[in-house]
């Protein structure tokens, strides 16, 4: 497995590999939505967006979430929904052991 460094090299050198670098990314999002989008809705919520995206040397997994009801989100939906998502991604390993932040999150937040 490369290690970041070598992934920001390839990816800054190489069109090719920066292609492949974002079907990895598109993988990891799909793996996500699908194992997500269940626990969210059950929730009572909509999973509406997921991005991963590596910022300052550190990757981010950010799922955006909006009620069903539209009702704007708060931190305490944000919160109630990372508990619920996290042993989960911790058993799905969508990034095949790559370390990464997670966040909650939705356009609007209050």
Excluded at 19 to 26: A, P, T, Y
Aim: with cysteine.
């Amino acid at each position: 497995m490369p290690n970041r460094k070598s992934c920001v090299n390839i990816n800054q050198t190489n069109g090719l590999a920066k292609s492949i670098f974002q079907v990895l990314e598109e993988i990891v999002i799909d793996k996500v939505k699908k194992a997500c989008a269940p626990i969210v809705e059950g929730l009572g919520y909509e999973l509406a967006n997921v991005t991963y995206a590596q910022e300052y040397g550190i990757w981010e997994l950010t799922l955006f979430i909006k009620t069903k009801s539209g009702e704007p989100i708060t931190h305490k939906d944000c919160e109630r929904v990372t508990h619920a998502v996290d042993d989960l991604l911790e058993e799905l390993d969508p990034t095949n052991g790559q370390s990464y932040s997670l966040s909650v999150s939705s356009v609007g937040i209050k």
